[in-house]
C-alpha cells in the first residue's frame, strides 16, 4: 500500500489541496526534521576543557569556556600591565555530554584557577649565572640591585660590590614565581647572616650541636680544618654551612683623629715604701689623623687597615715614680733590698716542688761558704730545727723574717743583733738536704714569700 493510497483514504485528499499549501506543509515538514535532528546532535554534545592533556571539567557552551579563560587571563594583565601568557597548553574539545559531568562556568573558573599558571615578559636577577629573583620589570630588577646596595652600604662615599656576578636578564616568567623588591631584600638578608656561635667555659662540640639545633656532623662540614680537641674559649665556629645568595662587600676609607695615649715612665725611688707610687708628672696624650680602609661583608666589618698615619701632637709622658723600699726594720742603709745571703746562683726556685710547696730558694754554694745576714735584725732561731738541720731565724721588724738553712756551723746567738752582710754561719747539709746549699727563706708575718722579689 502507498502513502498516497493511504492517504488519499483516511485524511482529505492532499492531492486535492491547492499545488501552493501541499508545498509549504512540505517544506516545513522537511524543516522540522532538520531542526529536530540538528537539536539532537547539540542535546547530546558537549565540551571538554584539556589542560596539558588532562581533561579538568566538561562544560555545555564553548563560548562559555572560552570567555572564562580571557576572563582569567584579563585579570593577570589588569594585576602585572603587560600581555599574560597562560604557562600550560589549554584546549577545548568536543565530547560526548554526559550529564554528570556538566560544570558551571562558575566552577571551570575555580578549576582552573587552581592548575593554571601564567607567565609575562619579565626581568631575572641571575648570581653566577643562575635565576634566583624574578621580577615583573627590569626597573625592579634594578631597584633590587639598588636597595641591596644601599642596604649594606656603610658610608656615603663607600664602593659596593657584589662577589658574586650579578646581572640582570629579561626573560619569560612564571608569574608566581615573581616577588617585590622587598620580599627579594629580606631573602637576601636572612640568607647573609651564617649563624656563629661563641665557644663558652666548659662546652663541648655535642652541647653546642644539641643547643643550637644541629648535628655534630653538620657542625664539622660548617667548619674546615676545626679540631674539636683543641676547641677554645671565646672561638667562635659556623653554625650552618649554608652560604648567603649573594654577598655584598662594602669598602670606603675615612680619616679620623685620634688621640695618642701618653706613655707612662717609671721611676724606682728607694727611699719611697714598695707598693707606693706618685705621680711626677701628669703627661699629656698627642693626636694623630689616621686614614683607615674599612672593608664589610654583608654589613660586618671584616677589615680595618690603615692606609696612613700622621702625628698633629706628640704625646708627652707620664712620669710615675715608685716606691722600691722594703718593709725592713733597717735604717742603716738606704738600699731596700736585702742582700744575697750566700755565694752561687738559684738552684731550686720558690714554689711547688715535688708535690709539696718549696718556701724558699736554694743557693748553689759551696760547703763552708760563709753565710751572711740578709739584713740587719735580731737572731730568734740559732740551732736545730727539724729537716732544716742548723737553722737560723733573723726578725727585721714589720713581721718580716729570714731563715737560713741546712747550715753546717751557727755562728750566732739569739737574742743577738746583726747587722747587714755580718757573717752568720756556714752553708752545709745538715737535715733534709741532698748536698750543700743555702736553703733561703723571706718570712712576712709567718707566710713564706718568694725572696727573689726581696734579693
Ligand atoms: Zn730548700
Redesign the pocket.
Known sequence: MSLRETAGKGLPSFNKLPFKMRAGLLAAAVLLIITSFVHILNFNKAYAVVVDGKTIATVASKHDADAVIEQLIDQQEKKYGKPVNIVQNITIEKVSKDKKMLVSSDQLEQRLKTVLDYKIQGAAVKVNGKVQFAFKSREEAENFIKALKEEYKTAENAVVKFEEKVEIAEMPLQTDKIINVQSALDEVKKEGRIPRYKVKEGDTLWDIAVNNGVSVDELLAANPGFKPELMQIGQVIKLSDKEPLINVVCIHEKTVEEKIEAPVKIKRNPNMLQGKTKVIEPGEDGLKKVKYRFIAKNGEQTEKIILDEKVIKEPTARIVEKGTRMLVASRNYGGGRLAKPAPGGIV?AFGPRWGRM?E?V?LGAAYGSPVVAADSGKVIRAGWYGNYGKCVDISHGNGIVTRY?HLSKIKVKVGQQVKRNQVIGNVGTTGRTTGPHL?FEVRVNGRPVNPVNYM
Do not use: M, P, R
Request: aromatic share 0%; hydrophobic share 15%.
Open positions: 731550686s718549696h724558699g736554694d738553712a736553703h
